[in-house]
């Protein structure tokens, strides 16, 4: 039976009705929008376990409590690590240094459990892998790296599977290396090299200048910053590399804007703020509007922050505070999607609290943080990295442990076998009947997409769910009361296989609203309001006669002085009948207001 404080049906002696739909094929905006809002849109209220990358939804990933550990070797004093398809079979290898060696791991049974060590080069004091990028443009990933103590910028063309890698020289006179990256900086479609000595306090570029990889050419950015990373960006939006770095020593991120006229020549700098002990400048568009902003954090002031690119130009800076409790090592903050539901998330390591740690971000806009501790007793973690180690498709966490001389990768998501998605609260503007909901996806076998739905007058009180529907097309006569004006839905998404998932694609509600239409076109001198029975039986009905065109306002009330249902129009000189239908018996008090007239009828109603 209908809930008798929310079922009223507002409807016309003359029985005319409006269809309407409400309709949701996006959810790319993320969750916290609860509502009323007067249409879906793409954003919604909360969600669990739900992805929603390119809109529409699926299963997304479960945050484990423990992350499950994995040791990739044991190896004497471990330098960085960074994961690549080496020998080009699908899964994801290790590259990784140590005092006096470059190696890389075989991933032998793809899943990240079996690991066989196959060597790179022999070279002294402490190599630095960066990158794992096609420097010689031959369709072959190359590796990248650095002797931070030996002054050397190299680079290994690649060996792949069994091959002997070939090392390159880049400089060997660029001495206390910091930092260093690939990027196309000239824009002529091959690989350079940045760099960045804190020593010589300099950034300099490497100009590519045959496109093998085998001349390279100097070019100074800037002679006179203590730099201790360097990263590289479209800071200002211009379609080129601009060059972005942070100074532990000046306390200070700065960007280099990369001439329109002259590519590869930096004339002008720009500030991005004061950040205290900064070793990190990460770029990536964390907002989702289109920019490039700026990640990083303080060695000796514990913080971990993104700048916002506010005017999209790189000129304007804001700063916002993911964590003011944790000191993130040099060049250890990156960012990505981590959790994989359409938004970036970020990730850092700090050998003052030994901590593996990554912040998920709750919205789109990146002012709402959760942190989740990946290790939180690790001896010297060293520059972790997102990669899918196991070939899962979900995201795993690889890292170094210097003093404990490990090489190690976490597991730190496993498949929802259920997610949920709840909407956004959804105001009609008046009340109405609802007719019929429909929705379309993708149900692979072992999979179900179920629905539940509630509505009300009070969208502070939207009252219990319904039960769960599975069907993608079924009639909400029954499952919701008419004449309510709000209105929320539940996505179920479920499976019993987790290498599959049900896929959500729209959703659509339709509705009528009964309007007050003239029923008499009689000449009408004066207003009223009549009850025409009275008493009634299940139902009231009245008339409103309207001498000229007027906004008026129909209100009813139970005995009580709740307000049961209201309704408000423009209406035109006549006399116009108004039903409530589905009513409890009692007694009710109908009200019209209009202008500077007022008029209330008491009517009782019998079952």
């Not at 379609?239 to 804007?257: K, L, R």
């Not at 720009?270 to 289109?290: K, L, P, Q």
């Not at 190690?408 to 019929?436: H, N, V």
């Not at 290498?499 to 509600?509: G, H, M, T």
Request: net charge negative.
């Amino acid at each position: 039976m209908r809930s008798l404080h929310a079922i009223l049906l507002l409807m016309l002696m003359s029985s005319s009705s409006y269809s309407f739909s409400a309709i949701q094929t996006d959810w790319s905006g993320g969750a916290g929008v609860t509502g009323p809002v007067t249409e879906f849109g793409t954003a919604f209220a909360i969600c669990t376990d739900i992805h929603f990358p390119e809109g529409l939804l699926s299963l997304g990933s479960c945050i484990l409590q423990f992350p499950v550990e994995h040791l990739v070797c044991d190896y004497s004093e471990p330098g960085f690590s960074i994961a690549a398809d080496i020998d080009e079979d699908g899964d994801l290898d290790v590259l990784h240094s140590d005092k006096y060696y470059i190696s890389w791991m075989e991933n032998v049974d793809g899943s990240g459990n079996v690991w066989s060590e196959q060597p790179v080069d022999s070279i002294l004091w402490h190599p630095c892998v960066t990158q794992y990028v096609d420097i010689n443009d031959d369709g072959d990933a190359d590796l990248f790296g650095t002797l931070n103590s030996g002054g050397i910028i190299a680079w290994w063309e690649s060996g792949g599977a069994s091959g002997t890698w070939i090392r390159h020289l880049v400089d060997t006179s660029y001495t206390n290396v910091t930092g260093a990256c690939a990027a196309d900086v000239d824009g002529d479609g091959d690989i350079d090299i940045l760099g960045a000595s804190n020593n010589q306090s300099n950034i300099s570029w490497w100009e590519n200048t045959d496109g093998s990889g085998l001349s390279m050419v100097q070019h100074t950015i800037d002679d006179n910053y203590i730099a201790w990373t360097v990263n590289s960006g479209d800071m200002d939006g211009d379609g080129d590399i601009d060059v972005v770095s942070a100074s532990y020593f000046q306390n200070s991120i700065c960007w280099w804007e990369n001439s329109d006229t002259s590519p590869g020549l930096f004339i002008t700098s720009h500030d991005v703020g004061f950040t205290a002990n900064n070793e990190n400048s990460y770029c990536i568009d964390m907002d989702s509007d289109g920019d490039v902003d700026l990640v990083g954090g303080g060695y000796y002031e514990a913080y971990v922050s993104w700048w916002e690119n506010t005017d999209g130009i790189g000129t304007s800076w804001t700063e916002h505070n993911v964590s003011d409790s944790f000191n993130p090592n040099s060049n250890s903050v990156s960012a990505s999607d981590i959790d994989g539901d359409g938004d970036i998330d970020i990730l850092g390591s700090s050998d003052v609290h030994k901590k593996v740690t990554w912040w998920e971000n709750l919205n789109t806009t990146g002012d709402l943080w959760s942190e989740h501790i990946i290790e939180g007793f690790i001896n010297g973690p060293t520059r972790p990295c997102v990669a899918d180690i196991n070939g899962d498709e979900l995201s795993d966490v690889l890292a170094t442990a210097a003093w404990d001389e490990e090489i190690l990768w976490w597991e730190i998501f496993d498949y929802a076998a259920e997610g949920f998605l709840e909407s956004s609260i959804f105001d009609t503007g008046s009340l109405g009947a609802w007719e019929e909901f429909s929705s379309t996806g993708e149900l692979p076998d072992e999979t179900l997409i179920g629905f539940q739905f509630r509505s009300s007058q009070d969208c502070f009180n939207m009252g219990a769910w319904s039960d769960t529907v599975y069907s993608p097309d079924t009639s909400l006569a029954g499952i919701l009361a008419d004449s309510t004006r709000y209105l929320q839905y539940k996505a179920i998404l479920r499976t019993s296989n987790s290498a599959i998932s049900p896929e959500l694609f729209d959703v659509a509600f339709s509705y009528s609203q009964v309007g007050i239409e003239e029923s008499s076109s009689s000449e009408v001198t004066t207003w009223s309001l009549h009850a025409t029975e009275n008493p009634s039986y299940g139902f009231i009905s009245v008339t409103v006669s309207v001498p000229e065109a007027g906004f008026a306002e129909l209100f009813l009330y139970d005995i009580s002085g709740r307000l049961v249902t209201s309704t408000s129009q423009e209406l035109p000189s006549g006399t116009h009948s108004v039903n409530y239908y589905g009513l409890a018996e009692g007694v009710y008090f109908c009200t019209v207001h209009a202008g500077d007239f007022s008029a209330t009828e008491r009517v009782v109603v019998l079952e």
